[in-house]
């Protein structure tokens, strides 16, 4: 029986074509088409158990909630769950404000702006410093023991964010509060829940809502307020530019929904002067 050659099997003459086909020219037809068979169920079973390790890591990250369901480091399996960190990122986040400045018709390089990517850059990680803070690092074990189950009230939290619409401030100040079940949380970890996710490109309402449950997953309380009354940037220095314009929006969880009457004591906390 003659030896399959390179033009029957259809392989290409470089590259890794090539050292295929010169491998398949050595064996005969039968053989080869058995190989051949063998390597393509080699390969389906490979690609099947690389897909079913994925799909495994996805359900446990779905499971755990761990915020990384659509991290895009979790999609190479061969590589560590290793994002750069925020200093790595300043390289080309100062170039793009760097084209940015070109694109506007400024000069990048001329004394006032030749500084000005790196420290725009620099400003805006601090801005957005809330992506590398969980929930766990900031309570720190602040979580106490307590028989005590009246209202706890921490308002006019003051608040930078930015709308993740515009790329540009809103700001205002925030009040919390919970009814505690045996359990409290250290006054100033109300304030830093808050800089978590205001330290963030948000909408004001989501924001509103990431507090209210951050608080109760720390503590699990009874119920849980939240209220936000926020200026924004969007609205005053561009489009309709009414600089006297608030936003209010409101959280109100667990005995906060369900009881007029407790909804209304802290609202009335939070409105007093």
Known sequence: MKPQTSEQNGSGQNGEGAADAVAV???????????SATSGTDLTVSKSSQ????DMLN????????????CTFHHDLELDHKPP???????????????LLGGLGENPDRQGLIKTPERAAKAMLYFTKGYDQSLEDVLNGAVFDEDHDEMV???????????????V??????????????KILGLSKLARIVEIFSRRLQVQERLTKQIAVAVTQA????????????VHMCMVMRGVQKINSK?????????????PKTREEFLNLVNSK
């Open 25 to 35: 020219a050595t064996i005969p037809t039968g053989e080869a088409s058995a190989a």
């Open 51 to 54: 897909q079913l390790k994925l």
């Open 59 to 70: 359900l446990e990250l779905a499971s755990n909630g761990s915020g990384h369901e659509k």
């Open 85 to 99: 960190t925020r200093e790595a990122l300043l390289p080309d986040m100062a170039r793009s404000y760097r084209l």
């Open 153 to 167: 009230v921490v308002k006019d939290i003051e608040m930078f964010s930015m709308c993740e619409h515009h790329l």
């Open 169 to 182: 401030p809103f700001y205002g100040k925030v009040s919390i509060g919970y009814l505690p079940c045996n």
């Open 219 to 230: 503590v699990q309380p009874a119920g849980v307020a939240v209220v936000v009354e926020g």
């Open 247 to 259: 936003t209010v929006t409101s959280t109100m969880l667990g005995v906060f929904r369900d009881d």
